[in-house]
C-alpha cells in the first residue's frame, strides 16, 4: 500500500540554522511527491513538487527513489518558516487514484 | 475570487446532533474534497467527488454522507455526531482528478462534539 512517513512530530531550530524535515514514502512506480504547509491562521497551500524541480522560499526537496526520500530541505531558517508541513504521495493506483495521500506532518518551529 | 469557502468556521455539537458543512469553490474546478485534520493524524481524506455527479468514499467515511450540490459546491453531513467526530474538516477543490496535485484548501471548519 502507498504510504507517507514523517518520522518527527516537531522540529525546533534557530533562526540561521540548516533545517530538514523528512519524508519516506512507499510505492513501487514511480512516485509524485509534494509537499504542503500550513502557517498559522492561514490556509494549507502547496509549498512545491518534486516534478517540477523548483526552490519556492529557499526550501528545496529532492526524490531519492534508492532511499524513497523526500526530504524537505533549507539551508538558513528564518522565524517566519514555522509552520505545519505536510509530505504527501499521489495515489497511483486503485479507486481513488489520482487523491493524495498525505503524512501525518510535522511542525517546524524556528527560535529567534 | 473567494477561492474555496467553508460555513461554518466554529460549531459545537451535542452527540447525536445532526449538521451539514458546507463547501463552496469559484474556481470552475471539476473535483472537490472533504478531509479531517487530528493531531498526530495529519489529514485523512473522507469523502471525495472527482467530478460532478459522483462521489467517492475516502479513508475515513464512516458516519459521514456527502452531496455534490452541482459543480461549485460540496457538502458533508454528520448524521448522528460522535465525539470522535471532533476534529478540524478542510474542504478542497482541484481542476481534474488525476491532476490533484495541486490541490487548494478551503479555511476550515473547526467542529466539536460534546
Known amino acids: 500500500a502507498q504510504r507517507v512517513t514523517q518520522p518527527e512530530k516537531l522540529l525546533s531550530v534557530f533562526k540561521g540554522a540548516p533545517v530538514e524535515l523528512k519524508c519516506n514514502y512507499s510505492y513501487s512506480g514511480s512516485p509524485e511527491l509534494f509537499w504542503y504547509v500550513q502557517y498559522s491562521r492561514q490556509r494549507l497551500q502547496l509549498l512545491l513538487r518534486?516534478?517540477s524541480r523548483e526552490s519556492i522560499k529557499g526550501f528545496t526537496a529532492d526524490l531519492n527513489k534508492g532511499e524513497t526520500s523526500f526530504h524537505l530541505k533549507k539551508p538558513f531558517a528564518q522565524e517566519e518558516d514555522s509552520a505545519m508541513y505536510y509530505c504527501?504521495?499521489?495515489?497511483?493506483?486503485?479507486?481513488?487514484?489520482?487523491?493524495?495521500?498525505f503524512g501525518k506532518g510535522t511542525k517546524l518551529s524556528v527560535k529567534p | 475570487n473567494a477561492g474555496v469557502t467553508q460555513t461554518p468556521k466554529f460549531q459545537v455539537l451535542k452527540t447525536g446532533q445532526s449538521m451539514t458543512l458546507q463547501c463552496a469553490q469559484d474556481?470552475?474546478?471539476?473535483?472537490m474534497y472533504w478531509y479531517r485534520q487530528d493531531p498526530g493524524m495529519g489529514l485523512r481524506l473522507i469523502y471525495y467527488s472527482a467530478s460532478e455527479g459522483t462521489t467517492d468514499k475516502g479513508e475515513v467515511p464512516n458516519g459521514y454522507n456527502v452531496s455534490r450540490l452541482n459543480k461549485r459546491e460540496f457538502s458533508l453531513r454528520l448524521e448522528s455526531a460522535a465525539p470522535s467526530q471532533t476534529s478540524v474538516y478542510f474542504c478542497a477543490s482541484s481542476p481534474r482528478a488525476l491532476t490533484s496535485y495541486e490541490q487548494y484548501f478551503g479555511p476550515g471548519t473547526r467542529l466539536t462534539v460534546t
Open positions: 504527501a504521495i499521489k495515489r497511483g493506483y486503485g479507486g481513488s487514484q489520482g487523491n493524495l495521500i
Open positions: 518534486h516534478i
Open positions: 474556481m470552475n474546478h471539476n473535483s
